[in-house]
């Protein structure tokens, strides 16, 4: 996103600004195409701490993932309303591969099984690669010798202990923070630049809104 004023987004406020520049300037990460459309719209880059630069780049990581995802999503929605005759079902199919890319089975769409579909939307949501690995982990233990052994790791904060059974002890535990494990789910990176493409659709969509809305 890109406010006209740090404070006023922080606070919701939509009055006139007073604020100074600096008051106004806000600290983040941005990608690249970001960035772009943030100078196209007269922000000014003020300082740079770091930067990370790949030489690669590839449109296709993830297109089969998304793709199958996709086109499952897809025919599981069934035809548009406006999709009344055999003609127009046509021409919508043959639309969507010339946007999308994707294929759709005129038998599949007369399906419509909307279970199928929030699934398949969750699936193409989740792979984003941006989970938080700071989120409090839950272990249960039925020894004495197991509780002992978990609540003396040095590299472990307990939050809580409960007893959910008379036989066994719930344990709500974090990792400290210079011992957070590696998780080969994540990649900052990868998180960053679906959430910038996504964010610029919605920039996109709401330019028309307005000297109010948000950019």
Avoid at 92 to 106: D, H, M
Avoid at 141 to 151: A, D, G, H, R, T
Wanted: glycine share 4%.
């Amino acid at each position: 996103m890109f406010p006209l004023c740090r404070c006023r987004a922080e606070n919701l406020n939509q009055s006139p600004c007073e604020h100074s520049d600096e008051e106004r300037s806000m600290i983040r990460t941005w990608v690249t195409e970001e960035l772009k459309v943030g100078v196209q719209n007269e922000y000014r880059v003020t300082k740079i701490f770091e930067v990370y630069h790949f030489r690669e780049k590839s449109s296709r990581l993830f297109k089969s993932y998304i793709d199958l995802f996709l086109k499952i999503k897809q025919e599981n929605s069934g035809y548009p309303s406006d999709c009344t005759t055999d003609e127009k079902k046509t021409a919508y199919i043959q639309q969507y591969y010339e946007k999308e890319g994707v294929q759709l089975n005129p038998a599949e769409i007369q399906k419509k099984k909307k279970k199928i579909r929030e699934a398949t939307s969750c699936e193409i949501g989740i792979e984003w690669w941006g989970m938080n690995i700071y989120k409090s982990q839950l272990t249960c233990v039925n020894s004495l010798p197991s509780f002992n052994n978990l609540i003396a790791v040095p590299t472990k904060n307990i939050k809580d202990v409960y007893l959910p059974t008379p036989e066994v002890v719930a344990i709500v535990w974090d990792s400290k923070k210079d011992f957070i494990p590696q998780d080969t789910g994540t990649n900052i990176f990868l998180a960053a630049f679906t959430t910038a493409w996504a964010g610029l659709k919605l920039i996109r969509n709401g330019q028309a809104g307005g000297s109010c809305s948000v950019s």
